[in-house]
């Protein structure tokens, strides 16, 4: 079997998929973190691996950017490749000072004005929720490591660059503390498949300060935020 956009045959995915929009960090993760990891797509370049993280079988493929590129993979990885977490990784944009850059976030809810919902599936809701039990998961295995996990409800915008900033003050008036483009998108597959989705962000730039990462920052140095995803697809 395979889909127009993944060529793995099913058994090759394992049932955790850490999913970075990036999938040059997909092949970082996959290169550095995994035991025998072997490559299942190459489509469009968008590179997925299944290999072992302490003797467990994970895998991790990038999504794309945006909802319309992280619904199709995803659906694919739930409904034909019979997935049942995917865990997203990704960047972040900070809203508020706080934020700093590097820190890494746990999505508690994801905002959104985006229509991917309403025209999935008639949902109405502009607020996306994680699996609960996944979150407290990702918790408790941000603490075993000794690593700060700070929860935020994001903003999954479809624009990245917007003309003014009315789009940023709407999702701050909604709670938004930082913004990237894919959460919102996988809860709602994640609900209307009866599967379960999670998602870190490290915080790659912001909105407060003008400090801001590298490309090769954004792929290679999200370490911590790597480790505790790899730790919660094991447990
Ligand atoms: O670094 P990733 O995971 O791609 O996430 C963020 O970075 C991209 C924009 O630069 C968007 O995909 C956004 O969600
Ligand atoms: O979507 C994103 C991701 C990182 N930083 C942003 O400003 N936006």
């Known amino acids: 079997m395979s889909t127009p956009h993944n060529q ?3 058994g090759e995915v394992a049932k955790v998929v850490l999913m970075p929009g990036d999938p040059l960090r997909a092949k970082y993760i996959a290169e ?3 035991e025998n990891p072997v490559c299942f797509n190459t489509i469009r370049n968008m590179f997925g691996y299944t290999g072992y993280y302490k003797g467990k079988k994970v895998s991790v493929m990038g999504s794309g950017m945006g909802m319309p590129s992280i619904g199709i993979y995803s659906y ?3 409904s034909q490749y019979d997935v049942d977490t995917i865990i997203r990784i990704g960047s972040a944009g900070g809203y508020t000072p706080d934020l700093k850059l590097f820190d890494v976030t746990l999505i508690e809810s994801a905002y959104s004005r985006s229509s991917f919902a309403q025209v999935q599936s008639n949902d109405p809701d502009d607020i996306q929720y994680p699996d609960e039990e996944l979150c ?3 918790k408790d295995c941000a603490s075993n490591l000794n690593l700060s996990i700070k929860p935020i409800r994001i903003h999954s915008s479809d624009v990245f660059y917007c003309q ?3 789009c940023t003050k709407d999702a701050m008036d909604h709670g938004c503390q930082a913004v990237e483009m894919e959460s919102f998108a996988l809860f709602h597959n994640a609900k209307v498949l009866h599967k379960k989705a999670a998602a870190i962000c490290t915080i790659s730039d912001s909105f407060a300060f003008e400090e801001i990462t590298t490309p090769q920052q954004r792929e ?6 790597m480790k505790i995803a790899l730790e919660a697809s094991i447990r």
């Open 32 to 34: 550095n973190f995994l």
């Open 164 to 166: 003014d900033d009315s």
């Open 8 to 10: 793995a045959q099913k």
């Open 220 to 225: 290679q140095c999200f370490n911590d935020m």
């Open 136 to 138: 407290q998961t990702i």
């Open 76 to 78: 694919e990885l739930y």
